[in-house]
DNA sequence: ATAAATTTGTGCGTATGTATG
DNA sequence: CCATACATACGCACAAATTTA
């Protein structure tokens, strides 16, 4: 029985001095986000305690934030979210590059379709109209942070596929088309559990919760441009809105 | 084997007529919000076709929000949810009854603690100064929307408990400390899995995803007053933002 | 497909030290 | 000094979820 730093008697409780342990671990980065603590019993061996004892301190640490607890699986990490400001000028690649990572965006579908009938109204095309579909995964230093499904009103953007930018950056897209400036009208924000074909494209071992982002972008003249539905890994992003 | 209204061979895939026909009684309320739908199997008869067919019907169908497919439980409409508009003057009891619903809040905790250090931070709280946490639940028509631990300057308030009115509205508990307005500063969003608490007190049956909202409310010199994290039945709201 | 092993969740009982009245 | 309450800590047993063999 190693007393692993435990003072026993002291001024702080025992579990105290453990979560403090722990907290200065994973702060150190010994333990890397998403990575996967001690068990609990193996903890309790190391730290000469009982299992209980551990159980309090990370109960303690869960409550906190900093690490998630799986039933059958373990104690886990909590990787530190991307901050993801939504509001009028709402652009990804500025926002990744803004929280210090390397954006990317893969275009892994596009295609002319009929849109759905509230999309279509979003977009204000007519039951004729037809829409272009983008399907995209966006990602920050190659974690996958989200899918998008990108709609643009087919009459105004005639040979869309021809116009991707290298980057697939959606504000050199529009720009290719003459709109210097576009901005979020709305967005609509839910969540759910991920798909099976979510989680493939997010890498996502579970069926971890998605935050169901819908919204509008118009271009100077209030004409809307662009109609994305993105589900963003809840995991990996913590949206923030400024009043 | 009755075709119930379903022509084949035509314009249309059987799929897409069935989707449709489950569409219109979900709108015309025959299955209700939260009411389950008839087995995959049982469709399938219903309709003269094969479960595949009526799977891909379904898969549009969830797709789309209007159902949720449990495997081994069965296909459940999704609620209607709450439109839940968040900006600089957030109310809820306000936002409830915009959507034809009446709103409730219960309190079942109400304490002096000493707050977290983000939260005293937030609050402008030093290390010794204490806050009251009050825990409520929300809910709209009787239904349980969310979750909340108030935070609140002890030292503005010193009698809190005692000055609760009885619907429990943050808004007139304000007004009650000579607080007539009071502004959202900002939203954080993320969302994740309930905890077994939360589903509890949100009446949940599982772990479905609680999109988790911390929010920060000013009084008109800019001071904050009330810290507010709050977890809502992703199911049952969708946040809304006008920008 | 099944079984075994691992890991967390929960409950009960016991014991100790500290603070309060 | 005693009674009570509370937080802390340990031990054992089993349930439930997940992974591995």
Redesign the interface.
């Known amino acids: 029985m190693m007393a692993a730093g435990i003072q026993r008697g002291g001024a702080t409780a025992i579990w105290r001095q453990i979560a403090q342990a722990l907290e200065a671990e994973i702060a150190a980065g010994i333990t890397a986000p998403e990575g996967q603590l001690q068990s609990e019993y193996t903890l309790a061996e190391r730290f000469g305690v009982n299992r209980h004892t551990v159980r309090q301190a990370i109960a303690h640490l869960a409550d906190?934030g900093l690490v998630r607890v799986e039933r059958g699986r373990g104690i886990f990490v909590r990787s530190r979210?991307l901050d993801y400001p939504?509001?009028?000028r709402t652009r990804f690649h500025e926002i990744v590059r803004r929280g210090n990572r390397a954006p990317s965006r893969t275009v892994i579908g596009c295609e002319a379709v009929k849109p759905?009938r509230k999309i279509a109204a979003d977009l204000r095309l007519n039951e004729t109209e037809m829409a272009w579909r983008i399907v995209t995964i966006s990602a920050a230093d190659g974690s996958p942070i989200g899918t998008s499904d990108h709609y643009f009103p087919r009459h105004r953007f005639p040979d869309l596929p021809g116009a991707m930018p290298p980057d697939n950056s959606i504000t050199t897209l529009l720009r290719n088309f003459g709109i210097d400036d576009y901005?979020?009208?709305?967005?609509?924000?839910?969540?759910?559990?991920a798909t099976a074909e979510e989680a493939r494209r997010l890498e996502l071992k579970r069926a971890?919760?998605?935050?169901v982002t819908e919204a509008l972008n118009v271009d100077s003249d209030g004409v809307p441009v662009e109609y994305g539905l993105t589900r963003m890994v809840?995991?990996r992003?913590?949206?923030?809105?400024?009043?």
Do not use: F, K, M, Q
């Not at 901005?183 to 559990?193: D, H, Q, V």
């Not at 992003?237 to 009043?243: D, K």
């Open positions: 906190r979210s939504i509001g009028g759905d901005l979020r009208r709305w967005t609509r924000i839910s969540a759910r559990p971890r919760p998605v935050l809840a995991d992003v913590t949206l923030t809105i400024e009043h």
